[in-house]
């Protein structure tokens, strides 16, 4: 099975994101990289290019001309990812999406509203595929709880917790030089969220992956305790989900000892589950009135679900990378399909798209716009 | 050293309580159970009594005839534990300390905010000490954690998590005759709070007891899955404490797989603080920067708040009853010091008193008011 | 009910395992300090006798001066606890049964093995009961795991993994005034056996409590890594049990970082169960083909084995106090079945008494004579 | 940077080694497979090879045609991976190592000392380079462990526990047909040691690397559980290492509940480390005297040897699977140094090579001849 031709715009040198997309992209061998915008001058992008072999000649120093040039090439590239911050992500994806390249685009789906809907209606528009990488929703082990949600495991959902703490902006290291912590506390490049933004957009996510279930309102309470900071960098969220299920969500940049917390815990009538990224190959399911029952990916008792997404057996561990892995093994297979002009499969629906982000994109409104009214609720 | 005569009211025979403050009582040797109204008629007292091996005389149908008559005994008791539901709280702990004998009540304070002011008030006038049993405050690694913070070790507080969840109510026990469920999800003997009264208490006055901070204001959504249930089953609630640090807090009982997961995360500029009931000898100690530490109860780190109150060495585990019993130990040494004319000491002001009693009755209402008033903020 | 009277010999003020058997006689009010000769001096033993409220006419200058004398009253001891170092036991004991005076005696049984012939031959005379207090046996969850072996839940047993480290004798403090650490390195009082005298009995103890085998020949590497120590601070041990499981035992005291991390697991053909003593209200449960089950103590799931010997709810935790108190509350009902004439019932058999002791002085004196024949093996 | 031209033998459809090397291979860009020997009939391997986008012309019946024709080829294989059962690795290593091809084989190096004599006197004349896939060397917790180690953070080392529990050969899976369990319980393909050959040598290669230290004598007693069964499912293994450390050594097949459970515990005069594979971005340190700490991967407190073989941030987990390829860069770096005429550098010492290959061997070896007497000390 040959490769699909990839291209990718930002993730030049220091961008820690770019590197991850690239290992996802060739952890299965589906995809090849062959092209790149992969900064914001020619000359750091032909840098960067250089460093990952590419040809100079598909080296461009920005993502207009990669799209156009790429799109004459015959052998031009099939799809993209775009790894820029935020603000950048529309568009470099509507350039893309309107030349039917396909679009793997990193979260949260944009840096405000207003782009974001020019893109849903770019996405609507095009001939081509859009996934966002809500990589989070790749663990097998999440996969794993949503079909246990799906099959009735849990009885019909009552409470969710979800959370999301680090602790990297505790001290103000965006005065300090730290070109992550610049533009991910720049409005200008993040978007009105801070800490919901970056990161409470991945709790919420992955409840409603799990789950299921909408966010039918919310009250948000954020807060900005680096000095002179104005994105939030903590933020409490209490939440109503359609059906009647309550739930609540924290996501913080300043609490010490968390480095990339992220968990998840939903209890229904008969059950519950429990899961933390950092330890993701596990997942906790307590039936109610039973023992609780620790099943690992791959292991006794795993599913179909995870199995699909996993690799090797059980006791040896898959990451984040394997994680961010399935999601453009998902891609591929999409991909796939739609260029040899088959119908999309079941499991097409877990990948997320322009319905995940735009549902990130007014999450993180409402937190702020709650917020701003001292926490009063807000429908999403 | 002479134990110190005790009586109980509530207690009865199948009472988890009751059993409980018994072992506490008598666990350091600090107190004799000599006396009680153990339960609602004659008959049964007398019965509970005898299964104690307590003298029949001393075996009381109601808790006023005990405080008239072991009040006029020369060998009177000189304490009394009160462990009945709430909503006799305030009776009875004004009855003995009417008549100078110490009370030892069980939380939260009472069923009512209008009983909670008189029992204030009679215990502003009386000349006998009140100790509440917010149990959890005994458990030496919490007197770790306090001292950890007092002595500046996490620098300013920025955000408190608390949460206890439980699932035993899950399915509606109080339908099918567990006393336990009847009278705990009943508003005349509860008070206002289910969830939010009978554990989210415990979570509010840890987080505060922990980091000395009170609750200015709060926001609430009061759930109650049960069917039928009146009283809460599952509260969320959004903090904000004196001075700027936020919180959120969870207590519930319908979220399988949770026995008594009290746990109460810390964080402040400079480090972290984490802690479960559960697994009650550890302390995670975060200093940002840093390895994550593990400290254990009298082990290497452990100071002098956790040694206070531990009894055997490190990785022996010390548990529930032994917590408990550090409140025991606590008020048995407050009463002989008023008894022998001395002025308190400096731990003396760990003891839970009505102080902590009222701010749970507080804590409580405002959750119940700002619920009703979906979820706006409360000052307390 | 009334308590059972109760003497102890040894326990004086620093001991810290004479605190424990008081506390643990005390927790569930079965027994009733009343004598002791707690020191080897009757000043001292007057002055810890005092500031235990004893009467100082039953404060004994030495335990055979008490055995006489408390034998002679009318209210005189009905039981005693020997806490001595370990080359006293068999004296002290063998006093106290002589005058049918029931005996609750700290392990190991003897430091030698002649004395514990003795002993085991003064034990089989005796119109008494002889209670060794091998405490880790008390814990619920190791009651529960061994019911669950005796049960078939695991099949024939295969394998089984004991050890008990500790870190406290990595420095030499025996050289530096340590009074626990001078007698127990020390041959005449402690015996052959350094760290597999003081735990590695309990690892064994343990492991043949639980899965109702004895070891039938066991090779032993003994070490003494703290400059100068006599007794072995470490000891490896390959086991052979009877009817072909086979095991390995580690007892440490010179691994830094474990407190008292005494482990257990024990493999038959259908599953497994793991427990830790510093964790104690939980057993891992390993059905084969099944995802693992997390048992907790009065949990979903948890039987009546454990059940008989808990207080409280699940999810507050019992510790090694409770524990040791369960084999005390054993002890109080053999006894009083032993006074009313009542025959054994079959918990009796749960509490580790002679034959417990002379397997443990076997397994000592193996592991000493394997590891001076270079880890030959040697048969119980 | 052009990807090294590689090649594979053995790793066929089913085998699941084989897919591991290849990601493994890949995950990094280091490698390109080009050619394959995958299987041990021309059509399974033609078959295998049209699976994974070979050319066919490069798809060869055995490893023989496959060496000849590779090496006559301009663009021939630079390297080989060989991923067969053991008792092939010799002969197919040899093969390519003639011919200047560099070999990266699995482990344990072969199925008899006299094939290891072989292979090892091959690489002793090969002008191409050799490397052994142990691969748990390459877990960056690991490489963390060991420059601790080597920077006195433990004192001299004093005690080792190694042990990798699995449990998929509880039940007579040979009998069923699973390839995996046929060849992997049959002498003549995987050499004298059951379940010490096959994960025992990895708990033995990892305490070696670990510590710096080399195993002096060994006392083993093998089992075989399995009915019918020859070689052991099970292994006792007492250590004696140069220099008067000691240490145990475990590895079973037949622990119910363990699936890789590969554990390191290391202990010297100052501190300890605890490491487990399932969890491999976690390493415990545990200073005497101070609270234990947890080191993540590129977390607080991590030094430069995991950050070399780290690839994201901490909190975001890495598993098998990049530190397998952690082996496969190290190999990449030092075939591109040698193609280049440079010296080796000082990480490329970190590579398993020959040494640690017949290491294993001589450790296998021992333990079968000390079972066979009766565990007698066995020297290496």
């Known amino acids: 099975m040959q490769p699909i031709r990839l291209g990718m715009v930002g993730g030049g040198n220091d961008a820690f994101i770019g590197a991850v997309h690239r290992i996802a992209a060739r952890l299965d061998a589906h995809f090849d990289l062959v092209a790149g915008a992969l900064s914001s001058t020619p000359e750091k992008s032909l840098a960067s290019g250089a460093a990952l072999g590419l040809d100079p000649a598909r080296c461009y120093g920005n993502f207009s001309e990669m799209a156009e040039r790429e799109a004459a090439r015959p052998d031009g590239i099939e799809a993209v990812s775009v790894v820029t911050p935020n603000h950048v992500h529309a568009a ?33 528009e095009a001939d081509a595929l859009f996934v966002l990488t809500h990589n989070y929703t790749g663990y097998p082990m999440i996969r794993q709880a949503r079909a246990m949600v799906a099959d009735g495991a849990l009885g019909p959902i009552r409470v969710v917790q979800a959370e999301y703490p680090q602790d990297w902006l505790s001290t103000p290291l965006e005065k300090e030089g730290l070109k992550q912590a610049e533009w991910r506390t720049d409005p200008a490049r993040s978007g009105a969220g801070g800490s919901v933004g970056d990161i409470g957009t991945h709790a919420h996510n992955l409840a409603c992956f799990v789950t299921g279930l909408e966010v039918e309102a919310l009250a948000a309470d954020l807060q900005s305790f680096g000095p002179g900071r104005v994105l939030d960098d903590n933020a409490h969220v209490m939440l109503r989900f359609a059906g009647g299920a309550r739930g609540m969500l924290w996501s913080s940049q300043v609490a010490p000892g968390n480095e990339n917390a992220l968990r998840l815990r939903v209890y229904g009538e008969k059950g519950g589950l429990e899961w933390a990224q950092e330890d993701p190959n596990y997942l906790w399911f307590t039936p109610l009135g039973e023992p609780k029952r620790l099943v690992t990916r791959n292991g006794s008792g795993a599913g179909a679900a995870a199995a699909a997404v996993s690799r090797i057996p059980p006791g040896h561990p898959e990451g984040y990378l394997e994680g961010f892995a399935n999601l453009y093994a998902g891609a591929a297979g999409a991909i796939r399909r739609k260029q040899a002009g088959e119908p999309p499969v079941e499991d097409d629906a877990l990948l997320p798209g322009i319905d995940a982000g735009m549902a990130g994109m007014r999450f993180i409104s409402a937190c702020v716009r709650s917020s701003q009214d001292n926490a009063a609720w807000v429908s999403l």
Do not use: W, Y
């Not at 994806?93 to 893109?119: N, W, Y």
């Open 92 to 124: 470099a994806a509507c350039a893309f999406l309107a030349r039917g390249i396909h679009v793997i685009c990193d979260k949260p789906l944009t840096s405000t509203m207003e782009d974001a809907q020019k893109l849903a209606a770019a996405v609507a």
